[in-house]
């Protein structure tokens, strides 16, 4: 009977360096580069995952547990890893000395369904098109919108043409959050816990401080005695009962109009804070992702004016 392997083999967002590493760090040892031979590296709905491929390599780290806590590692890979997408192996790695570690690494289930996109060998946050350019696009759409369209009432002409492009604009926005703590809470979350569990970061308060986002109050469509307001501890909640209210009944008010208007602000300028402290990113590219030139908040005061509630 041969023993269990104690090391993990991690390709995607729990590497070294990535979103999600900061789960596992605290029952790590220590992280070697290595690489696994027979596998390719897919992407499907934004997650990676490998697959047996004839020939096939994937480059990724070797998460090594301290003596205590080989069992407390192991967990937290799976619980963030899930059953529904990954299945559980058993491997043997070359690790970057040169010597080959047995090792438990999650390969994807029913990998040819769904869409897969085949990657090179190695997997990046960096490179995922809703943080590359995504964003991107998001902040010029919207700061063209801030410095050509008024806030107008729903019973005005030209009120649909208006605000269904910004209601849109959200709408993609929130699935750029929704990456997000996809990949640093692991998929098997349903949106509403993986939110809870980003707004008691220390670091997502702080962001939320630092981009001191445009005020708002919103209340559930589906009860209005419950109320979320941003900034606040609750901001995250706040902008995604936004998201909620849109896609489920839609709206057509004013009010409607600047809500999304300063939810669009607040949650594009703090994702992009976030990610550029947590993006694995040169220093360049860090300082380039966050600078003043790509925040939306002093277009909007500039638009609009800070008296506008």
């Known amino acids: 009977m041969f023993d269990a392997p104690r090391a993990i083999f991690v390709y995607g967002s729990l590497c ?49 547990p301290t003596a205590e806590r080989a069992d407390a ?17 058993r491997v043997r790695a070359k690790a970057e000395t040169g010597g080959e570690v047995d090792a438990w690494v999650y390969i994807g289930r029913s990998p040819r369904r769904g869409n897969p996109q085949l990657q090179e060998q190695r997997w990046s946050s960096a490179d995922d098109p809703l943080f590359n350019g995504g964003l991107d696009g998001i902040f010029g759409f919207a700061k063209r919108h801030f410095e050509t369209v008024r806030p107008m009432p729903a019973d005005m002409e030209g009120f649909w043409e208006a605000f269904l492009p910004i209601q849109g604009l ?63 501890r609750s901001s995250f909640d706040a902008w995604y009962q936004v998201r909620s209210n849109l896609s489920h009944r839609g709206k057509a008010a004013f009010t409607d109009f600047v809500l999304v208007e300063r939810s669009i602000v607040g949650l594009h300028d703090t994702l992009r804070h976030l990610l550029a402290s947590q993006l694995p990113l040169t220093h360049t590219a860090r300082r380039s992702f966050a600078g003043d030139d790509r925040m939306l908040r002093p277009i909007y005061w500039q638009s609009r004016g800070p008296e506008r509630v």
Do not use: W
């Not at 590692?73 to 559980?88: A, H, M, S, T």
């Not at 703590?181 to 707004?199: D, M, N």
């Open 16 to 64: 070294r360096s990535e979103l999600a590493h900061r789960q596992v760090e605290p029952c790590i040892s220590g992280v070697e580069r290595a690489e696994l031979a027979g596998y390719g590296l897919y992407v499907r709905d934004g997650l990676p995952f490998i697959t047996e491929v004839p020939g096939g390599s994937v480059r990724g780290d070797l998460l090594m």
């Open 73 to 89: 590692l192991r967990r937290r890979v799976q619980e963030y890893e899930g059953n529904d997408l990954y299945i559980e192996r």
């Open 170 to 232: 959200y709408l993609t926005l929130c699935t750029v959050l929704e990456r997000y703590t996809a990949l640093v809470f692991g998929p098997r979350l349903e949106p509403g816990k993986r939110l809870s569990r980003l707004q008691a970061e220390s670091a997502t308060m702080a962001a939320v401080a630092e981009v001191n986002p445009p005020s708002i109050e919103v209340r559930d469509s589906r009860d209005p005695r419950e109320r979320e307001c941003a900034p606040g």
